[in-house]
Nanobody, 124 residues
Framework: QVQLVESGGGLVQAGGSLRLSCTASGRTFSTYDIGWFRQAPGKEREFVAAIRRSGGSTYYGDSVKGRFTISRDNAKNTVYLQMNSLKPEDTAVYSC?????????????????WGQGTQVTVSL
């Protein structure tokens, strides 16, 4: 089992940057793939990015490609989401999630453990 805590959210102007962190408890963090998802009010949950347990493979949602970068430091039990060139439409609650398995997944239902989320608000 793993427990996840997100941090780094906040209010930023359009064009600005934020770095989110997802920190996990437990000594098996390196066995989990980690995904970032977001949900805006009145909208469905959206896949943002994912990274394999080793950090060797990453995948991004179309709306964030070229602007967001996911990375991980297994020694610190932490996954990062660097968000650049932020737009108002990036405003949402961002949550990280963990899963095990042989393939990278982009659907939230494939992730077993979830954090509480952190709010990101991008103003004009």
């Amino acid at each position: 089992q793993v427990q996840l805590v997100e941090s780094g959210g906040g209010l930023v102007q359009a064009g600005g940057s934020l770095r989110l962190s997802c920190t996990a408890s437990g000594r098996t963090f390196s066995t989990y793939d980690i995904g970032w998802f977001r949900q805006a009010p009145g909208k469905e949950r959206e896949f943002v990015a994912a990274i394999r347990r080793s950090g060797g493979s990453t995948y991004y949602g179309d709306s964030v490609k070229g602007r967001f970068t996911i990375s991980r430091d297994n020694a610190k039990n932490t996954v990062y989401l660097q968000m650049n060139s932020l737009k108002p439409e990036d405003t949402a609650v961002y949550s990280c999630a963990a899963r095990t398995g042989p393939y990278m997944k982009t659907m939230g239902d494939d992730y077993k453990y979830w954090g509480q989320g952190t709010q990101v608000t991008v103003s004009l």
